[in-house]
C-alpha cells in the first residue's frame, strides 16, 4: 500500500505568529535590555530639553502671560494619560484574541503607569485652572472625563491583583479595559461636542496649529520625551514582572522536587 504522509500541523494567522515570536520571556529579556536604557536616556534628554525649553525660554502667552507655561507639563501629560489607555486597551485584546503571554503583564503594569500620568494632567489642571477660570475644579466635561480616566485606571489596577488566580484577574482588567474605550472619544471630543471651559485643541492633524512655533516646538520635544519615558517605565516595570514570575516559578519547581 501507498504511505500517506501526515498532515502537516495548522499554522495560526501570520500576525498571530508575529505576535507570539517576542512572546519568549528570554527574548523579550534580552531585548528590552538592549534598549530600555537608550529608551531612558532618550526620554530624560528629550523631556528636560521641553520642559527647559518652555518653562525658562519660550514666549509667554500675550493673554494668558506666564501662566501658561504650565501648559509643557500639562498637555503632554494628558495625550499620554489617553495614549497609556489606549495602549493597555490594545494589550488587553492581545490577551483576550491572541493569548499573548506578555500582554497580560504589561496591561498590570501600564495600570499605575498611566494613573500616574492622568493624576498629573488632574492636578497642573487644576493650578492651570485657578488663575484662568478662579476655581481648582469645575465640573467641566473635558475635566470630568478625564477624572473618569484617572478611575478607570484606579479600577484595573485593583481588579487585576483582586483576584487569588491571576489569569481571573487579567481576564477581568481586559475586560473592564476594554469597556472603558468609550471614554477616550469623550475626552477628544468633549470640547466640540459641549459648551465647556476648557479651550479647544490647539494642535490637529488636519489644521495648521493656533499658537507660534516658539511655543510648539519645546511641547513637542516635551511630549516626545514624556511619550519615551512612559514606555521606558512600563518596559522596566514588565521586566520586572517577568523576571519575578521566572523565579517564582524556579522556587515552586525546587520546592516541589524537595518535597518529593
Request: aromatic share 12%; charged share 10%; proline share 6%.
Amino acid at each position: 500500500m501507498e504511505a500517506t504522509a501526515a498532515a502537516p500541523p495548522q499554522r495560526g494567522p501570520k500576525q498571530g505568529r508575529s505576535l507570539h515570536r517576542f512572546a519568549n520571556p528570554g527574548r523579550f529579556l534580552r531585548l528590552s535590555g538592549a534598549v530600555l536604557p537608550w529608551l531612558a536616556a532618550a526620554g530624560a534628554a528629550l523631556t528636560t530639553v521641553g520642559l527647559v525649553w518652555g518653562l525658562f525660554i519660550a514666549p509667554a502667552d500675550w493673554q494668558q502671560g506666564d501662566a501658561v507655561r504650565i501648559m509643557y507639563v500639562h498637555v503632554p501629560a494628558a495625550w499620554l494619560a489617553s495614549a497609556g489607555y489606549f495602549a493597555l486597551a490594545l494589550c488587553s485584546v492581545l490577551s483576550l484574541v491572541w493569548r499573548h503571554p506578555l500582554a497580560d503583564l504589561a496591561a498590570a503594569e501600564i495600570g499605575p503607569v498611566g494613573a500616574g500620568f492622568t493624576a498629573l494632567c488632574l492636578l497642573t489642571g487644576s493650578i492651570w485652572g485657578k488663575p484662568m477660570w478662579g476655581a481648582w475644579w469645575v465640573w467641566d466635561a473635558r475635566l470630568t472625563s478625564v477624572l473618569v480616566l484617572f478611575f478607570l485606571y484606579l479600577g484595573h489596577v485593583a481588579l487585576v491583583r483582586a483576584f487569588d488566580d491571576p489569569q481571573r484577574g487579567y481576564r477581568s482588567g481586559a475586560i473592564l479595559a476594554l469597556i472603558g474605550v468609550v471614554n477616550l472619544p469623550i475626552i477628544k471630543f468633549s470640547v466640540d461636542w459641549w459648551n465647556t471651559l476648557h479651550q479647544p485643541a490647539t494642535i490637529s492633524f488636519t489644521g495648521a496649529p493656533t499658537m507660534s512655533l516658539g511655543m510648539l516646538w519645546p511641547l513637542l520635544f516635551a511630549a516626545l520625551g514624556y511619550t519615551l519615558v512612559f514606555a521606558a517605565t512600563v518596559l522596566a516595570r514588565t521586566r520586572a514582572a517577568v523576571m519575578e514570575r521566572r523565579i517564582r516559578a524556579l522556587l515552586m519547581a525546587r520546592a516541589s522536587e524537595v518535597a518529593a
